[in-house]
């Protein structure tokens, strides 16, 4: 991928999250990364997704952090976003967005439990919710240790070398949802679907908090008919 | 009606399907069958609704479940499909989604219970939830054994002959929706009808959930203004 | 107004009301009485309203209930309008609906109350449900009763000559609303503004049921800036 | 800025206000004062906002409220709106609204928490109810005195001479939100903001009633991210 083609599905990727609705304003963003290049993509800060050109999408070295191509300031997300992909090698975007329903449960620090095969479609996992951060993690580089934070909330759920990919989603405690996948649209359709999720738990919650959970068999045969070796859904 | 015919009545009720915003991504599917044809046709696994060809549908022997006609793999569910259309001669169509409220109600394993004259106006007794699958339903036979769930739901709802007219929807527990009816376009209609009912139950049980019931006369009274021979709602 | 006249209002009532997303598929209907002509016209029974067309609304005698112009059916709900338009000589259009929220109400058997100023614009007591009706009154003469009910319920508020306008809607129980004024068009607001309560009314019960209700020199404040002597909101 | 120019922007502030989906029918209103000229420009009270025209427009003085230009009736809210412009100088826009989430919490009476960094970018602090008006309050000079109780709870939140800015939005008891800014603009983007904001602080209190707030730190670094002298997100 040149660095052309790297801003031009930067653009492309903010121009779909737009259209799914779930971000309001200026908030919300979404970075594509290329590994051979060792640079990312990202939305300027605060400019309004109606008048974004691919010309607007800063470039930022993986390794250093600073920005090599664009006249605009990065999202102010964007040390967050590098966290994610200096620790997970195969992820290749990244999604923040403030979506109703799952910043609704980040507010609430309540993880999006596992109560259907819609979720295990998606997640074999609970989506979990970030510990608080200290004082200083946010008075000192806040954005980075958002990064950090969440990095650590995906290893404390034991999935080892591939655990980005079972959990795939984690709500920053008092903030919102960040998703993740093996390119930018991955990571979006991931959003779309963790917002559905969401609404969902968010019902079940109301109408009976004690349901008893999906039976553990079922959650992993719905997870592995969409993922791995033995996946049979879709087209081969 | 022929091969073609039977193909292009189940791209056109998919394509309904799809209008009715109930399904999500390249979430659920419907089905419709010619018993004269002894098959049904069905949407292909995995392809999302914007981009369906009438061609794409697939075609399985009612008898065998193996594919009569198409290139692409049938939707996974399509076991479920067939042991509906299996039990109940009547049937000529069949609807899976997970539409948001339904699917709350299935993954709290709650019925929607029959707390109105618009749900007596569709269906004459509560929509139930399925038992949960044992582990050896769900690893072999996973589809098929869904559906042998439903019909064993339908039947315990003690209808006789008539029960899936009767019952119309069933909620797999931790899973969604099913609905049925004479063709493929009865069965979106009663998708839509459950969906919204399922609105209104949920708001019903976070507003009163001991309300009372409606009198059982007054249930008969709307389910036989439009069912059966002495109906009078509509044109003649 | 010329017959011809009478049913043309009817036919735009009609289309209004499916485009204020109030009715899904055929559910629902709004008719229009003409006092001197002593006729009303109505939609016909199970349309839908994508297909409405003037020459299909049906006429029928506020006398005797017999149908004077029109081929098809009249909606099933037409002597529950009747027995509304006998009862109350001011009334020129009657709407009933099962907008979502307003027929969550009704299930539930909960009147929406007086909580704020925007009620207060447009209703001075909170909406109240009927009482069940009987087997009798469901069996014999079913939609003819409701109205009976309705009319009863209005009268137990208590408002004098005045009753139907201060009241302005009813929820019959387990069954959805039903709302009224000098014209169609005027029903028609009013089942619009009966939902957007609703929604509110649904949203303070589950945040908290407990909340203390307007003083009441508030809504009265509020009514009289809207109806009656001394109104002085909109223009002269 | 000349009285046509006023005219014009209070035009279409109100054109954008009815875009937003915060207003149903008649209700609400948005109007923009220019300090240099001692006037305000407000919508007509009653009037749909798809007919409305720029030349409707009704220009006001702040220090006598009077109506200085314009053929038709002001807002009725128009004395609450002068009343806030004459406690803040700084304000240059006002909106009211009844928008339906907001509106829940006026008539809960019921604060919108600061639960989380999205309100914290826009409202350093809860968003307060006022208290209940007097009878005398509510029967003469209604409308002044709303604005009247409105200063009054912006005033008790102790920001000193910037506390209209650290509040930005007050909910009138049993009523519904008001919200101020800079301009008309930023007034609405601040009423669009609230409703988000009332929409996450209902479901976390069906969710989670005694979640924990986020911590001082988190929501000081997030106010400060977008507002004041150490701001840097967005474009310098």
Redesign the interface.
Known sequence: MTRRELREAAFEANRKLAGTGLV????GNVSTADRALGEMAIK????PYDTLEAAQMVVVSLDTGTVIDGS??PS?DTPTHRELYRAFPAIGGVVHT?S??A????????PIRC????HADYFCVDVPVTR??T?DE??TD?ERNTGVVIVETIRACGHGGHDHDAVGAVLV????PFTWGADAIAAI?RA??LE?LA??????????PD??R??G??VD?HFR?KHGPSA?????
């Open positions: 309001l304003g200026t908030f300027p800060s605060g400019v605009l300031r102010s403030h109703e329903y910043t609704a449960f980040a507010q609430a620090r309540l109560m259907g095969t819609t608080s951060m004082r946010v008075e806040y405690a008092n903030h919102g359709e779309q679907v559905y609404r969902l738990e968010w019902r079940v919650r109301t109408l009976a349901a008893p999906p039976d068999f079922l045969k008919r049979y859904y879709g087209q081969k």
